[in-house]
């Protein structure tokens, strides 16, 4: 049957967790939740504990595992695998990799979960066959991972690919969780939309989102693509709104890079054709001729088990050299 890699995907509410075969198959895969408290010193106990007891629970032995590949949120020093600082689990300059290694007895190795994401699909997903390529995923937040020539790029910080702090509002844009203002952050992400969509409802005009909210639904990125999905007018605005500044950035990142692929996932990717349409379009305007020719622009297909098994590869490439 082989050996197994386990993929970790370490998130500020969740943690997703995968046993995955050398092949990029996932055996078997389930979360828990983060215990955050005491600034983040339960966290690497409790995941080393899961995959015990799912180790026992399925009568394997550690001895089934080649090691383990983590991605965590904010920047990383991929050389000694740890994290500069993660807001949400209470770390700063954190020694992740050397904790897990000593508790697991297992190689290990961390990245950034966006860069995880992105190696993911380039494995098994929509940006498959390609060595050149980005990943944005819609969330939350905005987050990129870029590739070339089959490799991650860090930067001299480990803060290459913060796509999301790209700024495409010069004039009045909205405060961004990062200190500035006007990030595509602001524009394109689930809370981006959301205000957006508050913006355009103070116009007062009949939609049917405002109807939606009449009737009691929650304002939401989801909701707003439901509406436009159904020929809302206004709903579609906001999306045209979102494509604009998305195109733009991913036009500007197109002529840098020049990837073969640009992958958008994330839950905001879900609203599919309508909005990955609308922003290919914006690309194909602006982006330089000879790149937007041998761009393609895709939505992410492995969803939330990107991360996962963009983990499970890193580890898999370090240990195959």
Known sequence: MGKWLVGVDLGGTSTKLAFINTSGEIIYKWQVVTDISENGVHIIPNIVKEIDAKLAELKKKRSKLLGIGMGAPGPVRSESGSVYEAINLGWRNYPLKDVLEKKTLLPVVIDNDANMAALGEMWKGAGQGAKDLVCITLGTGVGGGVIANGQVVHGASGAAGEVGHITVVTENGAPCNCGHTGCLETVASATGIVRLAKGALTKKKISLLQEKMNEGNLLSAKLVFE????????????????SHYLGMALAHIGNLLNPEKIVIGGGVSRAGDLLVNSVRTVFQKHAFKRVSKSTDILQATLGNDAGVIGAAWLIKNQLDK
């Open 227 to 242: 509406c436009a999905a159904e020929g809302d007018k206004l709903s579609l605005e906001i999306i045209e709104q979102t």
